[in-house]
């Protein structure tokens, strides 16, 4: 009973405002050296890298982008799938590295009055597969594939257990074992890693795919998706638009609030998540180098959409809103102005139109319609503007 008291106290989660303590971010603004970042230039060629580098090495692991050779094998394609509306297209993705191969899975529906190509909506599929059911038998508001396409757009998933199982005794089967490296390395990537790697090789096989419009990918990630989806646009700039759902600690929250999950915490439930240099920050989130206000930093200049859920407090909606707060300056350098308000907006009401876009819905930790419909707004908006 004593042990279950300790563990109970070293993980109890704080939901008071008032107790979150006093806290000074990073500047995305000052290199280094002490440099300060008047333009975009030399947030691009100085302090953006730097940024990236902190990311790596601190938090995310590295992300390698040596590899033998890649394919794209069409393994089923329909011309009247959703009873006629749409494209199917099932694609394997096989890639290759010193022997060893990993095959990623993607499903993609187009719809069929499309005047192509088309945006897309590609999701980071963190939970069941059966939510991205290919065959529409099994149809899930995670991924309402009709709305999408039905709204013009088309919609693709590929699974995160392709690349590495979401266990931590099991990860390192799947695309690690091209990169046993990493395995070795403090900074090497683990998971979440890979996943956002697997992100960036379904965006080489859009290039190579006239259906869809390579220009206009959003990539939607939920909860440790969203982590995902984070650190794959931030890396990866061909993503036009990232959407992060109620990703939380490591996603879109600020550490340094300490309000609900924290660094020690997510370390400790999920070490098969981040490179092991980020165990050095459990308990101790004051140290980074880094906030999460930099990782959206550096999706700049290209849209960021973030969402919460009121009774997911876990996830701190709070600290998600300050944390595309904090990241304004830096798109600013690119004339954006973002029209968040001052504090968080009422809850269901979604900011849209706006280079940072954010709402909070009334209800529970996951990803629903009414988040999508969002989504499909906000891409629009900005789309419309390119
Ligand atoms: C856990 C974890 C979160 C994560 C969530 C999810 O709650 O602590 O960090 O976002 O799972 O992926 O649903």
Not at 300 to 321: E, H, I, M, Q, S
Not at 360 to 382: K, L, S
Request: charge should be positive; hydrophobic fraction near 40%; aromatic fraction near 10%.
């Amino acid at each position: 009973a004593l042990l279950f008291c300790n563990a109970t106290f070293v993980f109890a989660q704080q939901y008071d405002e008032s107790k979150v303590p006093a806290y000074t971010l990073p500047d995305p603004l000052l290199t280094l050296s002490g440099q300060a970042v008047k333009d975009a230039r030399t947030w691009e060629n100085a302090r953006r890298p730097e940024v990236l580098r902190l990311f790596e090495d601190n938090i995310y692991g590295q992300m390698p982008r040596d590899f033998d050779s890649i394919r794209f094998i069409t393994t089923r394609e329909d011309a009247r799938a959703m009873g006629g509306k749409a494209l199917l297209k099932e694609t394997r993705i096989d890639v290759y590295r010193g022997g060893q191969s990993v095959s990623i899975h993607l499903t993609l529906f187009v719809p069929g009055k499309a005047s192509r190509p088309v945006p897309v909506f590609l999701l980071i599929n963190n939970r069941g597969k059966n939510n991205t059911d290919a065959d529409r038998k099994t149809k899930s508001p995670f991924w309402p594939a009709e709305m999408v396409t039905d709204s013009g757009y088309a919609i693709a998933a590929f699974h995160v257990s392709d690349l590495a199982p979401d266990d931590a005794s099991a990860y390192a089967s799947g695309l690690l074992r091209l990169y046993p490296e990493q395995l070795r390395a403090p900074n090497g990537m683990k998971a979440i890693g890979a996943w956002a790697w697997g992100a960036s090789r379904v965006m080489d096989y859009f290039m190579k795919e006239k259906l869809v419009d390579t220009k206009k990918v959003v990539l939607v990630g939920h909860s440790r998706g969203g982590k995902t989806s984070l650190w794959a646009a931030a890396q990866d700039q061909r993503f036009a638009i990232c959407v992060t759902n109620c990703s939380g600690n490591t996603g879109a929250a600020l550490a340094r609030r300490q309000f609900g999950e924290r660094i020690k915490r997510i370390n400790t439930s999920f070490p098969h998540w981040f490179s092991d240099n980020y165990k050095k920050y459990n308990d101790r989130e004051n140290d980074l180098p880094v906030d999460q206000h930099m990782l959206i930093a550096l999706i700049a200049p290209r849209p960021v959409y973030a969402t919460n859920a009121t009774k997911d407090l876990w996830a701190d909606p709070t600290g998600t809103f300050l944390s595309l707060k904090n990241a304004e300056k830096v798109f600013a350098l690119y004339g954006l102005r973002s029209a968040l308000p001052a504090a968080p907006p009422p809850v269901n009401q979604a900011v849209e139109n706006s280079i940072l876009g954010y709402h909070n819905r009334e209800g529970v930790h996951d990803m629903t319609e009414f988040d999508w419909r969002h989504f499909i707004r906000f891409a629009r908006i900005h789309f419309a503007k390119k």
